[in-house]
Nanobody
Framework: QVQLVESGGGSVQAGGSLRLSCLASEYAYSSRCLGWFRQAPGKEREGVAAIYTGAGATYYADSVKGRFTISQDNAKSTVYLQMNSLKPEDTAMYYC?????????????????WGQGTQVTVSS
């Protein structure tokens, strides 16, 4: 069974930090790429960060570069998103996703599996 389960969301003030976790089933974790996406009310889902599990290459949206860090723990089949210096505009539902094929890291249509999401709310 393919599962991606996010956790770690919550409410913080601007400037604060959160760490999101995505626990993946074995099959999902063996995917080529694991990514974090977010969707704010009334907006399209957008890519935040991704990691290619083989080489460990990482990619980030310009809006989060220098503030967010994606990482993986193979022993725990978990991908993390460390979020620092949070801003109100980071408020969104955050989703973990996995894809087995190619394509651009932030293209949502290329991802095969999705978690249910975890809410992040940043107040000013």
């Amino acid at each position: 069974q393919v599962q991606l389960v996010e956790s770690g969301g919550g409410s913080v003030q601007a400037g604060g930090s959160l760490r999101l976790s995505c626990l993946a089933s074995e099959y999902a974790y063996s995917s080529r790429c694991l990514g974090w996406f977010r969707q704010a009310p009334g907006k399209e889902r957008e890519g935040v960060a991704a990691i290619y599990t083989g080489a460990g290459a990482t990619y980030y949206a310009d809006s989060v570069k220098g503030r967010f860090t994606i990482s993986q723990d193979n022993a725990k089949s978990t991908v993390y998103l460390q979020m620092n210096s949070l801003k109100p505009e980071d408020t969104a539902m955050y989703y973990c996703a996995a894809k087995r094929g190619g394509g651009y890291w932030s293209e949502t249509l290329d991802y095969n599996y999705w978690g249910q999401g975890t809410q992040v709310t940043v107040s000013s």
